[in-house]
């Protein structure tokens, strides 16, 4: 089993940023890939981000290039989310998730990921 918790979340102003960081514990999850993925009041929840476990690639919804960047520290088996010029519509709960993936296709699934977090929750005022 891996734990993940996340932290970090918050209330920011429009135009704000925020950093949320996932520690993992418990077996090791060498190899594994991580994730974030957020949902919103009323809606699915969708993919934000995610990073190969050497953090040589990182994927991103079209939507938020430019805006978020995924990062990973596998020595303090941690995976950060940087949010910048946060907006309104990015409010929801944070999830972090990780498994063993390969595929830069899979890693931007849902239901590919085994492990979750319970979620921090960001919310940007306008």
């Known amino acids: 089993q891996v734990q993940l918790v996340e932290s970090g979340g918050g209330l920011v102003q429009t135009g704000g940023s925020l950093r949320l960081s996932c520690a993992a514990s418990?077996?090791?999850?060498?190899?594994?890939?991580m994730a974030w993925f957020r949902q919103a009041p009323g809606k699915e929840r969708e993919f934000v981000a995610a990073i190969t476990w050497s953090g040589g690639s990182t994927y991103y919804a079209d939507s938020l290039k430019g805006r978020f960047s995924i990062s990973r520290d596998n020595a303090k088996s941690t995976v950060y989310l940087q949010m910048n010029s946060l907006e309104p519509e990015d409010t929801a709960v944070y999830y972090c998730?990780?498994?063993?993936?390969?595929?830069?296709?899979?890693?931007?699934?849902?239901?590919?990921?085994?492990?979750w977090g319970q979620g921090t929750q960001v919310t940007v005022s306008s």
């Open positions: 998730a990780a498994d063993y993936i390969t595929t830069a296709q899979a890693m931007r699934i849902i239901r590919a990921y085994t492990y």
């Open positions: 418990g077996r090791t999850f060498f190899g594994y890939a």
